[in-house]
């Protein structure tokens, strides 16, 4: 049973992974510091965090009778990808440069976690939703403010 879920495991981190760097594609098509790699960096380490965490509950709460909170683990992902955000992100005067690679980390991190979870759909949707924010609301953005 355990070599069951030990492939879903590998299954998950590849989907994460992918899922990360569809995003990390459009930044590294825009140029953007954070690309391809480090979307998929993230995606990834959330995916393996979420299944540890999980995988810890199960284990504790079925043989030691330990209780374990495994959003404890998805809350401190969420906090981490808040300090490596405000490293991206650069203020000068009125410019502001990072924001959306920052935000775009973030997200990629619950995609991440959303994987570990078994939410593949929710996972699969945020992302196309996160291509359609970074892509066409950009293209928009362009077009009607700059």
Known sequence: MFMVFQTQFFWQLILAMI??????????YKKKAAGFQTYSLVALGSCLFTIIAFSMFDSL???????FDP?????????GMGFIGAGVVFHQGDFIEGLTTA???????AIGVAVGIGAYILAFFSTILTLVV?????ILERKLFK
């Not at 709460?61 to 330990?66: A, E, F, M, R």
């Not at 935000?103 to 991190?109: E, I, M, N, R, V």
Request: charged share 15%.
């Open 71 to 79: 959003s404890r683990v998805i809350n401190a992902i969420a906090i």
């Open 134 to 138: 970074l892509v066409i609301f950009g």
């Open 61 to 67: 709460t079925v043989k030691t009778g330990i209780t």
């Open 103 to 109: 935000a775009g980390l973030w997200l990629t991190a």
């Open 19 to 28: 899922l990360g760097g569809l995003i990390g594609l459009e930044r590294e």
